[in-house]
């Protein structure tokens, strides 16, 4: 943005003082609400929401700088209008990793494929030698929560990651949503989700921090006790 667009700081002072009205307002809905579903509780989340997106463009513009909150609109997370008693779920999860190690995810993978190779009398292909392989030897070899709960293991590191929950009337027909997945995913139908993220992490686990690992002769990571 060039200097002659950018808001003025009057601007983002007005801002500013718009997210503190719309923050008064939407406590004094909360404190009179009539329910769960109460309008005016509505009304006032859409408006904090839509004046702290404001303000938080304006003093990116003017300052390059954010806010250190998120409030998510109302289009991104409607109330759910799925069945009251669903008869099944979808349980949708992403998980993000870093190849942090490729050299130990390399070596595991070759691990897990020599010794399929054994038990088979076979000989290797050399699947696990490029870090694309490796992978799908791995999540090949391992179910996803395991792999989560050994990450360090594989030479991967833990990013962001998300579940949803999502209810429908009746179970899909087999194979169906194979090829496209997550494409059909109606957000009214979200059950629940559970979100975790960095950017969440207020406070940092001092216990994890002082946590060491060393190879055992298999050569998977074992806690180190350092208590002394």
Known sequence: MS???????AEVRAAAEAVKTALDRHLAAVERRSGDDDPAVSEAFNQLAAAAEVYDELLYDRYDEVTPFEIPGAEELPPYAGPEEPNAISVLIRRDYAVAEPQRLLAQAQR???AEYDETGGSAEGAAGTVPGALGVLFGEFEPDEIASRHKEFGLEEGDSTLWVTAAEEPPEAG?????PFDHIDPQGVVCRFDVSAMFDDEEDGEDEDLEFVEDEDGDLEPLDTRK
């Open 3 to 9: 200097d002659a667009a950018q808001p003025t700081a």
């Open 112 to 114: 897990v494929e020599a």
């Open 176 to 180: 169906e949503w194979l090829e496209t």
